[in-house]
Every structure is written in C-alpha cells, then in structure tokens.
C-alpha cells in the first residue's frame, strides 16, 4: 500500500497550488509549533476515508504517539502502518519509545547513526519506517516538516532545472525548488520572504543540521543566479559556524607566517650523518602541520592575546602563550582530550627543542603533551557499533559475495554504458578492500601499471600490489600478490570497463570523471552510499581494516603478528591496543564454551543418577 502525502504543503494547503497564493498565505493564520493541526481527512487505497484528530498536546516521546494512535481505530491500515513503523524504529534504534524524543533535531541524529541491517531491515523497508513516522507525528500534533516530496515541479522550476550547470546544483537546490514549487512561487519571483519560510521549514524537518542546509541552499541559489539573468540574487548574513574559529593568514603579522613556512620548509644537509640533517617530511604532512599552527595561533587570539604581538613562532610556543591556547582548544571541547590536541601541543614542542632552541619551554610542553594524551584502548565507538552489524553472518555473507555478485549481475545485463562502468569499478574496489585492506589514500592514487605490475609465464599471469615506502603511511614498502579471484575481476575491469569512464588517457585504477585522481573524501563517501543502497549495511572505506582483522582473529586468535602485517602497523602493540576488544570477544567465547561443556556434564550425570 502507498501512500501519497505532499510534505511540503503547509497543513491547510490544497494538493495542488494555484499560481500564485502567496497573499492569501500571508493573511492565513500560522500554526505555533505548540498548536495542534487541524484534523484532516486522508483517504487510503482499499479502504473508507478515516478522520484523525490530533492529539490534545504534542507528544514529546514516541512512547506518547504510540498511545495516541492506540486510541484511534485499529482496523484502519494506515493506523497499524504507522504502529508498526514506530516499533521498528525502536528496534532498529534499540531504545525504548519512551527515551525517543519526538523534537526533530534529535530523531535526526538518531536516524543518521541508525544500523537498521541489525534488524535485517532493508534500505527501502528504512525509508519506508522513517516516512510514517513521520507522518504520525505530523498527525499527533508534532510541528514536522519537509517530508519527501510528492509533488512535480512545475514547468518552470523543471526548465530551471535542466539548465543547471551541475550535478551538485541540482542536488543542493533539489529540496527548496520542490519546497517553492509547491507554494506556487515562480523562479524569477523568489524573495528573501520565500527563503524566511523556507528557513522555518528546514528547522521543523528531521535533518541533522538544518542551517548548513539553508545556509547550503543560500550559497547555490546566489550562484546560480549569477549565470541566470531572470533570477534575483538574496541577501542573508549567514550564520557564524561556531565550529570555526581559525583566523586567515592575512591577518597576523607578515613576520608570523613568513616564520611558519620556514620551520615547515626548513632543509638541511644531505649527509644523514651530519648534526643539522633534518629528515624529509611528506607534502602531506607539511599541510597538517601548516593548518595545526594556524588553529594554534588563532586560539592564542581568540584567548586575549594581541594578533600584533605574535611576531614569530618563538612568541607561539613560549610556556605562557602555548598553555593559553591549549587551554582555548580545550575549553572548546568542554575539557574533553583528545589525539588532535596531544599532537598540537607535541607540534609546538617541536618547534620549541628544534627550530626555536627553547629547551626550557619544551620540556614543559612536553609535559602538556604528555598529559593530554588520552588513555586510547581499541576503536571509536562508532566504528565498534557498526563492526557489530558482522556479529550475524548473513550481513558478513552478503559484503563478502557482494562483489562476485555485481560482476555476474553487470555482465549479465551490460548495455555498453557508462553506468555499468561505474558500477563495476565499485564492485572492484569493494573487492580489492576486503582481499587487501589498505587505506582508502592508496587505492584514491592507485595506477594500475606502477602499482599493479603483471608477472607473465605462458598463458598465465599474475599481479603484485607493490607500494613504495614513501606512498604509505609508515613509511614502509609494502607488497602482496592478488588473488586469482581479484586478479580475475581486475583484468575484466582494465580491459572492458575502466576505458568507458574516461575520454583519453588516464593512469589512475579509479578515475574520477575527467581522468584526474579523485580525492578520498569523495571517494568514501561513494564507498559508504553505494553499500548502503546495495546491502543496507552502514560503513565506511577504513571499516574494511577493521573487518579483516576481526575476521582472521576469529579464525587465529593468536595470530595477531599477521594482522599488524597485513594492516601496516608500526609495532605488534599497536594492533593489540586497536583490536582489544575483539579479544575481549575471544575470551567471552571461551568461556562461554567451558560454560556450556560443564553445563552438559552436569545435566548428563544428573539423568544419569535419576536413571538409577
């Protein structure tokens, strides 16, 4: 059964909008988020028309809906639709409906951390849940807007559409042109006004930040504008991130900065014997270190500390001035410690022993370093929540034959397109994540001929996946031979697929869509989205490093040598404070096996006894 509700109607507005309503709109009294809606009538597919009158108040809990709905007719469907979707978001969230608020904000960021294949429940089944609850709290008085769109835009804001000159415009823009679209506003008419409504709207819906996403919406439509004669251009100050704090370059001193590039570019020489040699850092490391000291001075501003008196880095890194913005950063996070500010201060250390030659100042920031370091054991709780989802083995059966899958079902129905081509470029990369876990960095720079190497012998062939010490992260080499399997998969790929994806030459395994590299955030996150439509599993690209130590430490629990291998560890120790908790899960296991053995021993000579 489906059921078409338009979201981005306000509640009294009819299916279909006039023209132009924005007059009578404006004269038509608006709905606190503390009043309840008015009662509608809805008619269900299969069934008679059914009236449902709100809730007296809004409920704060799901616990209060579910009541709510309880009261109303059970045999209508659409009313058990909606009791069964509240239950499964309580199982799929694994809290009790009485500790989830209905306040949107906080079933967003529920919803995003959400795993609903612990619960077997499939993308569409997800999206079908979220959608009815989504409803029943519009239905019991809940302030809940933009909901997904059911509606056609309009000719014109379809026009507007095909003439965007991006796929990010199109998407960015997707949900305020059906948003005015359904008001009846017309592209060459939107004001601030429209975008004041739109704004309200946006923090009445679920999402996870409702200003990023209009400030978003803000930023596309003034560049759009700007190619678009007929659009008018609007004007908002947009809302200071308080995430963001660090200061541009331009506004220190010339000496600071000037300072700064030195210690990041200093050289010294060749002769690794020699006193002043300086070992070689990567270019991406000289990054962090550059974006580090930025944040570290920005903090010491932010703090009381004069931006004209910060002349140099001797100034940054003096005991008094580098506890004040050590003590910023850490009043920012409310006190909590964490690696990234253990390692600012160890960078301002540094630059105090070494380029600056204040051994005093050092030893204390050491000491800062050393006391700010936090007490780490095992993974992030996110990452350990989402390894769980392997706790059942059919989720671990589909990711592991996912691959082998969309080959058979590529070839099978191969059009010759470029879709295809995509397609089979993420069932390799899959393929090559879970066969050799390396980090997502790699795979983004990977080129098939340089890292890749073939080893003929008659008909037979073979590749190595050979990494130089200076590509990764340890620098040291790293090298393994392809299984059959992936070899297999490979050549299909390099010889039918990979020469859709790009015009011309190209290096690059992974291509992005004019040959060049694709960047890591980019290709994560096509990672993440693309299992999740394909399996409904909830994971990201580094979580395959995680999978495959969990899955050889269950198969060679003593083992763990051939792990730190295999993921490119620097020591044994460190993989054993990364997989503490796999081991705890081995422990747990064994015992649970000594448990049961005596249990039935137990249970065996009781019966024997009785049999007696």
């Known amino acids: 059964m489906s059921i078409q509700l338009n979201l981005f109607d306000p509640p009294s507005a009819s299916p279909v909008c006039a023209p132009r309503q924005k007059e009578a709109a404006a004269a038509r009294p608006s709905r606190t988020a503390h009043e309840a809606p008015h009662p509608r009538r809805r008619h269900v597919p299969g069934s008679r028309s059914v009236h449902f009158p709100a809730a007296a108040t809004p409920p704060a809990t799901l616990a209060e809906v579910m009541r709510w709905l309880n009261a109303l007719d059970p045999d209508v469907p659409r009313n058990r639709d909606m009791r069964s979707a509240l239950n499964g978001v309580s199982k799929v969230l694994n809290l009790p409906l009485d500790q989830i608020a209905t306040e949107p904000r906080t079933l967003a960021k529920l919803f995003a951390n959400a795993l609903p294949a612990l619960q077997r429940m499939t993308p569409k089944r997800w999206s079908r849940v979220r959608g009815l609850v989504r409803i029943a709290l519009q239905e019991a008085g809940v302030k809940v807007t933009m909901g997904r769109a059911t509606q056609p835009l309009t000719a014109n804001w379809k026009a507007l559409e095909a003439n965007l000159g991006s796929q990010r415009q199109r998407v960015g823009l997707s949900r305020l ?62 809302s200071p991130d308080p995430r963001r704090y660090s200061l541009p370059w331009s506004e220190f001193p010339q000496t600071f900065p000037a300072d700064v590039e030195a210690f990041l570019h200093r050289s010294g020489t060749t002769d690794v014997l020699a006193d002043e040699y300086i070992k070689r850092v990567k270019p991406s490391t000289i990054e962090v270190r550059r974006r580090s000291l930025r944040q570290a001075a920005s903090a010491l501003v932010a703090s009381g500390f004069p931006i004209e008196q910060l002349t140099d880095l001797r100034v940054l890194v003096s005991t008094t001035n580098a506890k004040a913005a050590l003590q910023h950063l850490l009043d920012r996070r409310d006190g909590e410690i964490g690696v990234y500010i253990a390692a600012q201060a160890q960078l301002l250390c540094t630059i105090a022993r070494y380029w600056v030659k204040a051994p005093v100042d050092a030893d204390v920031l ?37 691959p082998a899958q969309l080959r058979d079902e590529i070839v099978r129905s191969d059009d010759g397109g470029r879709e295809a081509a995509q397609r089979m470029m993420m069932a390799v990369l899959l393929e090559m994540l879970l066969m050799v876990p390396l980090r997502l960095g790699n795979y983004a720079a990977m080129q098939a001929d340089r890292h890749l190497p073939e080893t003929l012998r008659g008909r037979r062939r073979m590749r190595h996946l050979v990494l130089t010490a200076k590509e990764t992260k340890t620098s040291r080499a790293f090298q393994a031979p392809i299984h059959s399997d992936t070899n297999d998969l490979l050549e299909l790929y390099l010889k039918t697929y990979r020469p859709r994806l790009v015009q011309g030459e190209s290096p690059y395994l992974f291509p992005g869509r004019h040959g060049g590299r694709r960047s890591v955030e980019s290709m994560s996150r096509s990672v993440s989205g693309f299992l999740l439509r394909e399996t409904g599993l909830v994971m990201n690209a580094h979580l395959f490093r995680h999978l495959a130590a ?38 747990v296991r064994a015992y649970e096996a000594v448990v049961s053995d005596r249990r039935k021993a137990f249970l065996s000579s009781s019966s024997q006894k009785g049999a007696k």
């Open 177 to 238: 042109m059906h948003f005015l679209s359904a008001r009846g506003a017309e592209p060459a008419d939107v004001t601030e006004q429209d975008f004041e409504l739109y704004r309200e709207a946006l923090n009445g819906a679920i999402l996870t930040n409702p200003t990023t996403s209009f400030d978003q919406a803000v930023r596309l439509w003034n560049e759009v504008a700007t190619t678009h004669g007929n659009l008018r251009a609007v004007v908002f100050e947009r």
């Open 366 to 402: 050491q000491g800062y370093a050393s006391s700010l370091q936090p007490e780490r054991a095992g993974m992030t709780p996110k990452n350990r929540q989402r390894l769980r989802q392997f706790d059942l083995e059919e989720n671990l059966k589909v990711l592991l034959t996912l």
């Open 550 to 587: 969990l899955i050889y430490l269950r198969k060679h629990p003593d083992r763990l040598e051939d792990v730190r291998q295999l993921l490119g560890h620097t020591t044994t120790r460190t993989a054993a404070r990364s997989y503490v908790e796999i081991e705890a899960e081995f422990a």
